[in-house]
């Protein structure tokens, strides 16, 4: 009987192919990659504008006094400007690598379930199709995004 494959396994649960691999083994990100981490930010930024959107409705239903208005917005405001830094900083860094063993633990979300990746005591987010694809008794490599550590791809050591 065939063994399935283990690196066809990552690159489908992660969303990578060969030539981002190659990419991220030299520091770099490819355009698909690129894109995704626009479509990532995008998602955020808007993610935190219907948060924004939602607190000043909140402040405004609730006659809040005007001082609690202007630093919860200026709160929010910070957060969105924090944002998308990181996710600038993703665009113009060199895409990091991490080696080692791999814990991949559940972590519930508000919007929906995924799960925690631990390699030497740092902690990346990934989807519920990336649990299945990574042996707890190998060794990996994870390549990342320095600002957000947004996982781009993994390989199998030894």
Same mark, same amino acid.
Not at 40 to 62: D, P, S
Not at 72 to 78: N, T
């Given at each position: 009987?065939?063994?399935?494959?283990?690196?066809?396994?990552?690159?489908?649960?992660? #969303?990578?192919?060969?030539? &981002?691999? $190659?990419?991220?083994?030299?520091?770099?990100?490819?355009?698909?990659?690129?894109?995704?981490?626009?479509k990532?930010?995008?998602?955020? @930024?808007?993610?935190? @504008?219907?948060?924004?959107?939602?607190?000043?409705?909140?402040?405004?239903?609730?006659?809040?006094?005007?001082?609690?208005?202007?630093?919860?917005?200026?709160?929010?405001i910070?957060?969105?400007? =924090?944002?998308?830094?990181? $996710?600038?900083? &993703?665009?113009?860094?060199?895409?990091?690598?991490?080696? =080692?063993?791999?814990?991949?633990?559940?972590?519930?979300?508000?919007?929906?379930?995924?799960?925690?990746? &631990?390699?030497? =005591?740092?902690? @990346?987010?990934?989807? #519920?199709?990336?649990?299945?694809? @990574?042996n707890?008794?190998?060794? $990996?490599?994870? $390549?990342?995004?320095? #600002?957000?550590?947004?996982?781009?791809?993994?390989?199998l050591? =030894?």
């Amino acid at each position: 009987m065939m063994q399935p494959n283990p690196m066809l396994i990552l690159s489908n649960a992660l #969303g990578f192919s060969a030539a &981002d691999l $190659y990419a991220n083994r030299i520091g770099l990100l490819t355009s698909h990659q690129r894109n995704n981490i626009i479509k990532h930010r995008k998602q955020a @930024f808007e993610n935190w @504008f219907m948060g924004t959107l939602l607190v000043l409705l909140c402040v405004i239903f609730l006659h809040l006094q005007l001082m609690v208005a202007v630093f919860g917005l200026a709160c929010m405001i910070s957060l969105l400007l =924090g944002i998308w830094m990181r $996710y600038e900083e &993703d665009l113009h860094s060199q895409v990091e690598a991490i080696s =080692g063993q791999i814990e991949v633990q559940p972590q519930i979300m508000l919007l929906g379930r995924q799960y925690r990746v &631990d390699i030497n =005591g740092q902690i @990346f987010r990934v989807s #519920g199709r990336a649990k299945v694809a @990574f042996n707890h008794q190998a060794a $990996y490599r994870l $390549y990342y995004t320095a #600002g957000t550590h947004i996982v781009l791809a993994a390989e199998l050591l =030894g």
